[in-house]
């Protein structure tokens, strides 16, 4: 039975930065599959899992604005740590433009496939 009370976004958010780190730690350390293939892949997944998560437990789609701040909290919060990825980064060996542009767009995959699994248009209509 679904609830009146508003969910609370921010679990959803921790939950998929939470399960992205872990999908990245698995996927590029023990199984070695690196690159812009598993960046999506894992990005993909971490989304589904989202929207599965999101409508298995609130038995509805989001709302324009429960979306919004999902994305928004999950971007940032993933965005911080590819900050000190990139800073880590730095220190070793400075990347160029262009290493700093795919590092960026590897980050970008994320907020945007998490907004795609969250729409409206994947949810069943009750």
Do not use: K
Request: hydrophobic share 55%.
């Amino acid at each position: 039975m679904p609830s009146d009370a508003p969910p609370a976004l921010a679990r959803y958010a921790f939950a998929g930065v939470i399960a992205a780190v872990l999908a990245n730690l698995l996927l590029r350390a023990f199984v070695r599959v690196g690159g812009v293939f598993a960046t999506v892949f894992i990005a993909t997944l971490v989304a589904a899992g989202l929207a599965f998560g999101f409508r298995l437990l609130e038995h509805r789609a989001p709302h324009p604005g429960e979306r919004w701040r999902i994305v928004l909290l999950y971007g940032v919060v993933l965005g911080v740590l590819y900050l000190a990825l990139l800073g880590l980064m730095r220190l070793q060996e400075a990347p160029g433009p262009m290493g700093t542009l795919l590092f960026v767009l590897h980050y970008l995959c994320y907020p945007l496939l998490a907004y795609a699994c969250l729409s409206p248009r994947l949810f069943p209509r009750p």
